[in-house]
């Protein structure tokens, strides 16, 4: 049972434009959320992460929205840059599961010059 | 000096052998874990120690087993070796059970032939 889904395995856009990657959770009783980049061959980094009890964190470029109510998280990176290309897993956390991490299947976001 | 280090990073081994996987922190963190990822990409938690106690046990089979020494290091000996425990393991570390800044590792692939 899947409780993290990235519907989009790829995304693909040009440098300068907006990129938003998707993540929806199934378990209400997740109250923090996280994105991690990951390049290849190397492990998951912490990118941002949001609280339930917000609906918005920004951190430089990239903002992360989360609509509890529709269970959904979106990360937003603008401008983005060609160095943003990496696989970004959505993860959720609660205190019912250890908060421990669990992970979406990921997102291949390419952004080409 | 890194964070989150694991060894060996590429491990191909026959079926039914017996090995091991080291993970060594120097974060100071007090919280290890190992995660899993496997052909389908999904990353989903193993084991997490807290302070050298185990927290978290998934359903993994018990020839799995963590063993931490002192809160700096998780290592992970796999008996019986199957082929589908080919996948990559990740070991991680936060600075205590919340899910706060977790740090991982660049990842072990184990190749079971």
């Known amino acids: 049972d899947q409780q993290v889904k990235q519907n989009s395995p790829s995304l693909s856009v040009q440098e300068g434009r907006i990129s938003i990657l998707n993540c929806d959770y199934t378990?209400?009783?997740?109250?923090?959320f996280l994105w991690y980049k990951k390049y290849p061959a190397e492990g998951p980094t912490f990118l941002i992460s949001i609280s339930s009890i917000k609906d918005k964190n920004e951190d430089g470029r990239f903002t992360v929205f989360l609509n509890k109510s529709a269970k959904h998280l979106s990360l937003h990176i603008v401008p983005s840059q060609p160095g943003d290309s990496a696989v970004y897993f959505c993860?959720?956390?609660?205190?019912?599961?250890?908060?421990?991490?669990?992970f979406g299947k990921g997102t291949s976001l390419l952004v080409t010059p | 000096d890194t964070a989150v280090s694991q060894t060996p990073k590429y491990l191909v081994t026959q079926m039914g052998n017996d090995k091991s996987i080291k993970c060594e922190q120097n974060l100071g963190h007090d919280t290890m874990y190992w995660y899993k990822q496997d052909s389908k990409k999904f990353l989903k938690i193993m084991f997490s120690?807290?302070?050298?106690?185990?927290?978290i046990n998934e359903t993994v089979p018990n020839r799995f087993s963590p063993k931490s020494p002192d809160k700096a290091h998780l290592n992970l000996h796999i008996n019986s070796l199957e082929l589908g425990d080919s996948a990559v393991y990740f070991c991680?570390?936060?600075?205590?059970?919340?899910?706060?800044?977790?740090?991982f590792g660049s990842g072990t692939r184990l190749t079971v032939v």
């Open positions: 991680a570390s936060s600075q205590d059970l919340r899910p706060y800044g977790y740090t």
């Open positions: 120690y807290n302070n050298k106690e185990l927290i």
């Open positions: 993860a959720a956390s609660g205190s019912n599961s250890g908060y421990a991490l669990n």
């Open positions: 378990n209400s009783m997740f109250d923090y």
